[in-house]
């Protein structure tokens, strides 16, 4: 199994300021997502983060909202940009090894 | 976006008893993957299905893999407190792409 460290697991932030999530994987993988998760509810995709060329984003997010790194094969970003309250949620950081998706704890967002 | 229909959407039950949860598709899946998710962490997976018909167990879980590949049942046996949470079913679509299409998950609350 891969292991996930997500941060920061949780963040109080501002309206109008953006926050950047951080997602580490202890191996090396080709694939590696972003989801966001109302509490109680599913997981909509957000991204799939490309090493080495821009995300690709599903419908209903862009790039501006949602700048995603990933910079090699362990390592992604999501900044969420220009907060309102309606990004309050849970961010996941998903990664697939041996065609199995693990995720990060999970960073739970709240926008004052 | 596509959702899987995953049933029943809560379930009170008692500690000893069993627990049974299917999800249903309109599309044909390379994979299913059940997972559960505790409260302020990310989802876990539980159990990987690869082949139709597959039935597969990992502890108390079983987990089958529909012959027409459009579903999937995950029962627990003897349920003890710690299994309470949410339970979500996910489908691996048949491209290279990896995505998952999720369940709404089911809750399981155990009665004292």
């Known amino acids: 199994s891969a292991v996930i460290s997500q941060k920061p697991s949780r963040d109080i932030c501002q309206r109008g300021t953006s926050l950047t999530i951080q997602c580490q994987v202890d191996s090396q993988v080709t694939m590696m997502f972003w989801y966001r998760q109302q509490p109680g509810q599913s997981l909509t995709l957000i991204a799939t983060?490309?090493?080495?060329?821009?995300?690709?984003?599903e419908s209903g997010f862009v790039i501006d909202k949602f700048p995603i790194s990933r910079p090699n094969l362990t390592f992604s970003t999501l900044t969420v940009s220009n907060m309102s309250p309606e990004d309050s949620s849970i961010y996941l950081c998903s990664a697939i090894l041996n065609t199995e998706a693990f995720f990060g704890q999970g960073t739970r967002l709240t926008v004052v | 976006g596509q959702q899987l229909n995953q049933s029943p959407q809560s379930m009170f039950i008692q500690e000893g008893e069993d627990v049974s949860m299917n999800c249903t598709s309109s599309?044909?899946?390379?994979?299913w993957l059940w997972y559960k998710q505790d409260p302020g962490e990310g989802p876990v997976l539980l159990i990987a299905l690869y082949k139709a018909g597959e039935l597969t167990s990992n502890g108390r879980l079983t987990a089958q893999f529909g012959t027409t590949r459009k579903d999937s049942f995950l029962n627990i046996s003897a349920s003890i407190p710690s299994d309470v949470g949410i339970y979500f079913c996910?489908?691996?679509?048949?491209?290279?792409?990896?995505?998952?299409?999720w369940g709404a998950g089911t809750k399981l609350i155990i009665k004292p």
């Open positions: 996910a489908g691996q679509l048949m491209d290279s792409s990896y995505q998952l299409i």
């Open positions: 599309s044909i899946f390379n994979t």
């Open positions: 983060a490309n090493q080495g060329s821009e995300a690709t984003y």
